[in-house]
Structure formats: structure tokens, C-alpha cells
């Protein structure tokens, strides 16, 4: 009797802490998805800002057409598109 009660608490440890590993593991899944996405985030905002100044750079100094310049602005805007991408996969 007695050791029917060790082995079946032993198995109840041995679960628990299979549980526990599992759940840190996950935990630390996200952790990295997480930091990953932020890191895209940041990315995707600074090819907006740099696109922005492009665009308003490329009109004030008037050496492209507007459509040129929008143009420009577009493939820095995808520029960092595929940065994030980079980053997250």
C-alpha cells in the first residue's frame, strides 16, 4: 500500500513539473514573438517618417515630378515592409 502511494505521488511530481517546463517554455515563446513584433513595429514606423521626409525633401527641392516623388516614397514605405518581414520570420 504504501508504495502504490510513492509511486503515484511521484507521478503527480513528475507531471507537475512537466507542466510547470511547458508553461515557462511557452511563456518564453512569447517573450520573443513579443520583442520581435515590437521590433517590426519600430521598423514599419521609422520607413514611414523616412518616407514622409523623402517625399516632402523630393517636392522642396523640385528636381522629380510629384508622381516621381510619390513613387519614391511608396517603395521606401515597402523598403521597410520587408524589413519587418525580415524580422519576424
Do not use: F
Amino acid at each position: 500500500m504504501v508504495e502504490s502511494r510513492n509511486g503515484l505521488w511521484r507521478r503527480k511530481v513528475t507531471l507537475l513539473a512537466a507542466a510547470g517546463l511547458l508553461a515557462i517554455s511557452g511563456a518564453a515563446l512569447a517573450t520573443n514573438q513579443s520583442q520581435q513584433r515590437q521590433q517590426g513595429r519600430d521598423v514599419n514606423q521609422a520607413a514611414k517618417q523616412e518616407a514622409r521626409a523623402g517625399k516632402v525633401d523630393c517636392r522642396a527641392a523640385n528636381q522629380k515630378s510629384n508622381s516621381q516623388c510619390r513613387q519614391d516614397k511608396r517603395d521606401t514605405k515597402q523598403e521597410g515592409r520587408q524589413q519587418k518581414r525580415d524580422i519576424k520570420y
